[in-house]
């Protein structure tokens, strides 16, 4: 059967499903991990207490955009292209100068957050427990950034489970192994403790990250600091993952801003959940973003085309099931939490309604910008983010948790659908296979 399918696959399209074949099984020891850890918090902190630790998380990987500045998928051209070319001088040199420039950066974002967050808290009411768990989060800031770069490098290189390892699953299952031992010495769970523990994974994880880079680039050139071609491209892509991020991340945060932490627990969940349907397009880009910088660099059009839709077609019939099993089993699932969780049956819904437009359109975001388009992929998703925000600042007040599902999913279908416009009219390939591409 598999040898069936495989024999009518393009040699590009083949390559991305063996690739994310090996990557899907780490990501799905990672969704595990990720489910076992916030079912346990759930248990154990109950829904504010979860509250609080995802809602650090979630403005941590707000900051975690200003430290990599857009230069993860600038990593992963470069080298891609490097690797190519069989140049590695081209390669240090990229690696060298994001780990100088980003961890200088992620340095003084950390230590300006640290001075400015007692006065942020005093702004901001009632908060002052903060304190402790946002200051965790602005020091995690530095091993984050460090392990992203080397994670985008290993991905350039070809090496996607790699960095799907560290990027995705790696700080997760250290977590849990955190939990146990917590557990071995009965040290309290409480908000801070777990977040320390997070904290104390971003170490260990950038040892390993280091580990594997020097087990698959093993040329002793140093490479070079070069910043400006670099920087250049990374100015349009620090609008496209800063807008992308801010606007997955803003019903949390404003959740949290404008409703209690009780909400922001019970919502993560579900979103939680919702997420899980984002799986394969997560494998999918991971594997399909270097063949797409270096098809694009070689002018092969057609063979992109063919790729993409093939890719998008497997999308669309696994969001599909996935947003099923949530509409008839959602109930039962976030039962796993506990019964105070159950309510969020129907943000659940609504969450995976908006995946399933995520995913079916396939990989156009990733298409714009790895041919070249990150300004028009960087004025939709600010458009984007905008168009959020206003949406949870009027339906959070009116419909709490739900409001923030409407307003993320209303964005999420009408953001893809105008990347998939843009992305067939500026490279000619449209994502969508179920339809006539006449361009």
């Known amino acids: 059967m598999f040898k069936k399918i495989t024999s009518k696959l393009d040699i590009h399209t083949l390559e991305v499903l063996v690739k994310s074949s090996k990557t899907m099984l780490v990501k799905i020891a990672g969704m595990i991990a990720l489910l076992l850890v916030s079912i346990f918090l759930g248990r154990t902190l109950g829904s504010e207490g979860l509250g609080i630790v995802n809602f650090a998380n979630k403005f941590g990987m707000i900051l975690l955009v200003l430290t990599m500045f857009g230069f993860q998928n600038v990593i992963i051209k470069f080298i891609a292209i490097g690797r190519g070319k069989l140049d590695n001088q081209g390669i240090a040199s990229a690696l060298k100068t994001s780990v100088i420039f980003n961890g200088l950066l992620s340095l003084l974002i950390a230590c300006i957050g640290a001075i400015l967050l007692p006065i942020i808290l005093d702004m ?29 490098a290993l991905n350039g290189y070809g090496k996607i489970w790699q960095a799907n390892l560290v990027n995705q699953t790696l700080s997760i299952l250290l977590v849990g192994i955190g939990l146990l031992i917590y557990g071995s010495f009965d040290i309290q769970f409480t908000p801070i403790s777990v977040l320390v523990l997070y904290g104390i994974s971003r170490i260990f994880m950038v040892l390993i990250v280091l580990m594997l880079w020097k087990q698959t680039f093993r040329s002793k050139i140093t490479g070079g600091f070069n910043l400006k071609p670099m920087f250049k491209m990374a100015k349009p892509m620090l609008l496209v993952s800063g807008t992308g991020v801010l606007a997955s991340n803003a019903d949390t945060l404003m959740l949290g801003v ?47 085309r063919v790729m993409v839709q093939r890719v998008t077609k497997g999308l669309g019939i696994a969001a599909l099931l996935f947003a099923l099993c949530f509409v008839l089993f959602g109930q039962w699932l976030l039962g796993f939490w506990g019964a105070e969780f159950q309510g969020a049956y129907l943000v659940l819904v609504v969450l995976s309604i908006g995946q399933f437009f995520n995913i079916a359109t396939g990989c156009s975001g990733l298409l714009l910008v790895m041919c070249g388009f990150e300004k028009i992929e960087g004025y939709i998703s600010i458009s984007a983010l905008f168009l959020n925000i206003i949406l949870n600042v009027l339906l959070i007040k009116n419909y709490g948790a739900l409001g923030a599902a409407l307003a993320t999913s209303i964005t999420i279908t009408l953001m893809n659908i105008t990347r998939v ?9 449209l994502t969508i296979p179920f339809f006539i591409n006449k361009s």
Do not use: C, H
């Open 421 to 429: 416009i843009f992305a067939n009219k500026k490279t000619g390939i």
């Open 124 to 152: 901001w009411s009632g908060n002052q427990d903060l304190y402790i768990p946002l200051l965790i989060v602005f020091f995690m800031l530095i091993p984050q950034t460090i392990s992203r770069v080397y994670a985008s």
């Open 258 to 304: 404008l409703g209690s932490f009780k909400d922001v627990g019970i919502y993560s969940v579900a979103a939680q959940l919702a997420l899980l349907t984002s799986l394969f397009l997560q494998v999918s880009n991971a594997a399909i973003s270097p063949k797409l910088a270096s098809l694009f660099d070689e002018s092969k059009i057609s063979e992109m």
